[in-house]
Structure formats: structure tokens, C-alpha cells
């Protein structure tokens, strides 16, 4: 039974960080309706840029200032790259790819500068440990939650309070409108590609903290299991985001955690099993489980 509140405790830890990655997904697709599939990448450039200034900024003054600078790089993808393929009548699907292509791009760089090296992210909890309801965990994944809860909340605050939220909500459900209304879409959509990057390189620090050693070449392809998790809730629902990313890490984490009794399924079960849930939940429901679902008058 320890154990198994042990795997629970840690997944839902996990579960908030992968909830934090998501909502930047959720947000750039309520606003733009873009699927930003170059969001891995940008939290592997935050994760990076921890690696490589923890020693000289400390840990939080490192992580500050990759959140700027991913910041403002995912809105310069925005301006430069999107908004421009929009103007020529691109659609979501031309859209969807050109952030696939923006993705390997970024990736290619990203592992050419790493090379064969791991660069710790310089949390200043290492492998320390504390008791949560008598179960031992990482403070890494204690300190990740409550500042995953935290972010979560301050922007459900402002999504929901600010006129910045008003906008933004005003935006995804009816753009015309909105433009109508004096609202600049462009400029909410700079703004959400931002604070999408943004939480990006903060979910990709604490990502490569624990148990991860750190800053790799296969740190791409891990923060690609946020998609799944933004897929699972909806990509157009932000509580949406948060249930998937606690599905997604409870499942990952039980499935690591008991792989010696589920060997027969084959060793690392846990990797794909993001995938798996996202493909059940497709099927059952392709809109997600928080999603608006699409109705079409044929």
C-alpha cells in the first residue's frame, strides 16, 4: 500500500508539471487555433538555458530569464513565421506543420549545442527527499507541484479576471467579433504564443530535474509526451490540460513503478503509455474529455 501511495504522490507531482507544459499548448490553440507542435522544443531551449546559467544566475535567476527569452522567441515564431503563413491563406493544417518544421529546427540546434554532454539543471534540491503523508518523495517533485499549482493559478486569475482574459476568451470564441470590438488579435496572439513559452522553459527546468539527470539529446522527445496530455483534456480547455497532465503522469509513473509485474507487456511500458491513453481517448472521444466538440451541418 506504501508503495502504491508512494507512485500516486509522485504522479500527480509529475502530473502538474505535465498540466503546466499543456496549458501552453491550450493557450496558443484558444488563441491563434494553431497546434504548436514547436512547444517541445522551446522547453528544451528554457531546460538548456538553465543547464548552461544556474552556475553564474543561481537556479532561479536562471530559470527567470530562460522564460524571458523563451518568451520571446515563441512570440517571434508567432510574428515571423505564423502570422506570415496566415496571411497567405495558410490554414490549421499548413499551420500545424510549419510548427512541426519550427520544432526540428529548433531541435537540430538544440542537440548539435548539447552534443553527447548531460548538463544538470542546478535545482538546488539534488536528490533530497521529504515525507508527504508518511510516503517518502523527491523535493524536486514537491517543489514542482507547488509551483506548477501556483502559476496554474495566477493564470486561471488572470484567464478568468483580467482584461487580458477577456480578451483572449473573446478571441477563441468568436475572432470576428472581437476584432469588431476593438480587440487586436495579433496582439493577444503575440501574448499567448509569449506565456506559452514562458511556461515552457519553468515546466522544462523542473522536467529535467528529477528523475531526469539532466539536459540531454533525449530531452526533446520527452517534453513530446506533453502533447498527449493537452490531446487527452481537450486542446481548447484549460481544466482540461490540468486533468490530463495529472492522467498522464499518474499512468506514466504507475506504469514505471510496476514494471517488473507488468514485464510481459515489454520493458518500457511507461514511455508509451502516454500514447496509449491518447489513443483511447481519441477513439472514444476525439474532441478530448474537456473538449468542444465540433459540429458540422452536412
Partial sequence: MSQFTELLISGLSLGCIYALIAMGFVIVFKATKVVNF?????????????????????????????AVICAVV????????????????GGQDA???????????LATELSRLVGTDILP????????????????VPQTRVAAAVVAVVLMGLFWFAFTRSSW?????????????AALMGIRLSRV??????LAGALAAIGGAFFTSFPAPGVDN?????????IPAAVLGGLDSTAGAVVGGLVIGVATTFAAGYQDEISFLGRGLSQVVPYIALLIV???RPSGLFGTREIRRV
Fill in 38 to 66: 514547436a512547444h517541445a522544443s522551446v522547453l528544451w531551449l528554457g531546460a538548456y538555458l538553465v543547464g548552461r546559467w544556474h552556475d553564474s544566475l543561481g537556479f532561479f535567476g536562471a530559470v527567470g530569464t530562460a
Fill in 74 to 89: 515563441a512570440a517571434l515564431c508567432d510574428v515571423v513565421l505564423v502570422r506570415a503563413l496566415r496571411r497567405r491563406g
Fill in 95 to 105: 499551420l500545424a506543420i510549419l510548427t512541426i518544421a519550427i520544432n526540428i529546427l
Fill in 121 to 136: 539543471s542546478g535545482a538546488p534540491w539534488g536528490s533530497d527527499v521529504t515525507h508527504v503523508f508518511g510516503v517518502v
Fill in 165 to 177: 482574459g477577456v480578451a483572449m476568451r473573446s478571441a477563441a470564441s468568436d475572432p470576428e467579433a
Fill in 189 to 194: 496572439a503575440a501574448g499567448a504564443w509569449a
Fill in 218 to 226: 533525449s530531452t526533446g522527445l520527452l517534453a513530446l509526451t506533453a
Fill in 282 to 284: 481519441l477513439l472514444w
